[in-house]
C-alpha cells in the first residue's frame, strides 16, 4: 500500500499555475512565432483561390404554362436536384467547356455544385487562382449545362439568375483566421509543454518535497548562505 502511495504523482494546482505564470513570457513569444508562421504561410507559401459562382433556375412546363409552382412540382424537383448536379459535373458538358475556353486541365476538381432545398434554383461555383478565369469558367459552364439540362429532363426552360463576376477577394487562405489559430495552437503547444515539464521534474524545490518524496519529518531548513550576503 505504501509503495502504491508513493508511486502517486501529487499534482498541485495552485504550483503549476505559478509556474505558467512564471512562463508567461515564453508561452507569450512562442504564440506570437506560431501567428507569425502562420501569417507567413498564407501570404507567401500558398497560392490564393478565389470562388466565382452563378446561378440558374429551372423552369418546369406547369409553370411556364402560367400553373404557378405546385407542392407536386417541388416534390419532383427535389428527386431531380441530383439529376441535375450529375449532368452539370458530366464529362460531355465539362469538355464542351474546356473546347471553347482552351483548357487542358481536370475541371470538375475545380467545380462545385449546390442546390438548396425545395428549390429549383442551382449555385454552379468554379474556385481557381485567378479570379477572372473563374468567372470565366463558370458562366461558360452555365450556358452549356442548362442547354443540356434542357435536353436531358425535358424541362420547358433554364434561367439565368445571375452570372459570375470575378472576386474582389481571395476564398482561401484565410489570413485573419489562420493568424488566430496559429496564435492559439502556438500559445497552447507551450503552455502544455511547460506543465508537463514541471510535473515530470523530480527535483526537490520546497521542504514539503522531502516529506512526500522520503517521509521523513524535516526538522530544520539549513539556508543558502550567498542569498544571506
Do not use: C, H
Not at 72 to 80: E, F, H, K, R, V
Request: proline share 3%; net charge negative.
Amino acid at each position: 500500500m505504501n509503495n502504491q502511495e508513493s508511486n502517486t504523482i501529487e499534482i498541485d494546482v495552485l504550483s503549476l499555475l505559478k509556474t505558467i505564470w512564471r512562463k508567461k513570457f515564453f508561452i507569450l513569444v512562442t504564440a506570437v512565432l506560431g501567428a507569425g508562421l502562420a501569417f507567413v504561410y498564407s501570404s507567401f507559401l500558398v497560392t490564393p483561390q478565389y470562388d466565382s459562382t452563378t446561378r440558374i433556375y429551372v423552369v418546369s412546363q406547369n409553370v411556364e404554362a402560367g400553373a404557378g409552382l405546385t407542392n407536386q412540382d417541388l416534390q419532383a424537383g427535389s428527386y431531380l436536384v441530383k439529376d441535375y448536379k450529375e449532368i452539370i459535373l458530366s464529362q460531355d458538358v465539362l469538355t464542351q467547356v474546356a473546347t471553347e475556353l482552351n483548357l487542358n486541365e481536370n475541371l470538375k476538381e475545380k467545380v462545385s455544385v449546390s442546390i438548396p432545398v425545395d428549390t429549383r434554383i442551382v449555385s454552379i461555383s468554379v474556385r481557381d487562382a485567378d479570379p477572372n478565369e473563374a468567372a470565366r469558367i463558370a458562366n461558360s459552364l452555365r450556358t452549356f449545362a442548362a442547354q443540356k439540362i434542357v435536353e436531358v429532363t425535358k424541362v420547358s426552360d433554364v434561367t439565368t439568375l445571375e452570372e459570375a463576376v470575378p472576386a474582389e477577394e481571395p476564398t482561401t487562405p484565410n489570413t485573419k483566421r489562420n493568424i488566430i489559430l496559429g496564435l492559439l495552437a502556438g500559445g497552447i503547444l507551450a503552455t502544455v509543454l511547460v506543465l508537463v515539464m514541471e510535473v515530470l521534474d523530480d527535483r526537490v524545490k520546497r521542504p514539503q518535497d522531502i516529506e512526500e518524496v522520503m517521509g521523513l519529518t524535516l526538522l530544520g531548513v539549513v539556508p543558502d548562505s550567498k542569498k544571506l550576503k
